[in-house]
């Protein structure tokens, strides 16, 4: 089984902050990694697609980067409506798949 | 509009078992792959099952396999997860997601949810 291990597991940050998230893989997965954002009481929705393509509809402060197992999610001027929780999900064994740990971003 | 509708969450003793169901509507149905995943309370998300397009091809997790089985109705564009012997453990609360199928292994629709509480 491939484990995804993020970091932090929180972080504290202000309005307009430039925050980064990491995501690790057990092994590599090439670039099959996605991510997701969760706010309370919601549902996920998708952010990031193939480790860095933008989902259509989000804002372009987001960005991803990363290949085999070193990924980021990076939010390049933290905004109110960011604060939520950041799940990374690998693909590289698709059908089936496994998440991070989640990453919760705070206001300070 | 795509839409994916929980329903049939409960709370239901160790060992019991639950039928939950997701209706989708706002999109082709027997065109996609789906998926079941669960939170727990306070806790991550943990893929759980899949179901092929023609409903011939299933997934499940290694803490499932056994005791769930999903299955699908294309004429009542219909998702289904059946639970038996469930344990305290599989309290969680209960997502139906689409397949993107284009983008390889992108969940791109969630539903909101269906809560499964086990316990005596």
């Known amino acids: 089984d491939i484990h995804m291990t993020q970091s932090p597991s929180s972080l504290s940050a202000s309005v307009g902050d430039r925050v980064t998230i990491t995501c690790r893989a057990s092994q590599s997965i090439r670039r099959y990694l996605n991510w997701y954002q969760q706010k309370p009481g919601k549902a996920p929705s998708l952010l990031i697609y193939?480790?860095?393509s933008l989902e259509v509809g989000v804002p372009s402060r987001f960005s991803g980067g990363g290949s085999g197992t070193d990924f980021t999610l990076t939010i390049s001027s933290l905004q109110p409506e960011d604060f939520a929780t950041y799940y990374c999900?690998?693909?590289?064994?698709?059908?089936?798949?496994?998440f991070g740990q989640g990453t919760k971003v705070e206001i300070k | 509009e795509v839409q994916l509708v929980e329903s049939g969450g409960a709370v239901v003793q160790p060992g019991g078992s639950l039928r939950l169901a997701c209706a989708i509507s706002g999109f082709t149905f027997d065109d996609y792959t789906v998926h079941w995943v669960r939170q727990a309370p306070g806790k991550g998300l943990e893929w759980v099952s899949l179901?092929?397009?023609?409903?011939?091809?299933?997934y499940y997790a290694e803490s499932v396999k056994g005791r769930f089985t999903i299955s699908r109705d294309n004429t009542k564009n219909s998702l289904y997860l059946q639970m038996n012997s469930l344990r305290t453990e599989d309290t969680a609360l209960y997502y139906c997601v689409k397949d993107s199928e284009s983008r390889y292994g992108v969940l791109d629709y969630w539903g909101q949810g269906t809560l499964v509480t086990v316990s005596s």
């Open positions: 193939a480790a860095s």
């Open positions: 179901l092929s397009r023609d409903g011939v091809t299933t």
């Open positions: 999900q690998q693909a590289f064994t698709t059908p089936m798949s496994t």
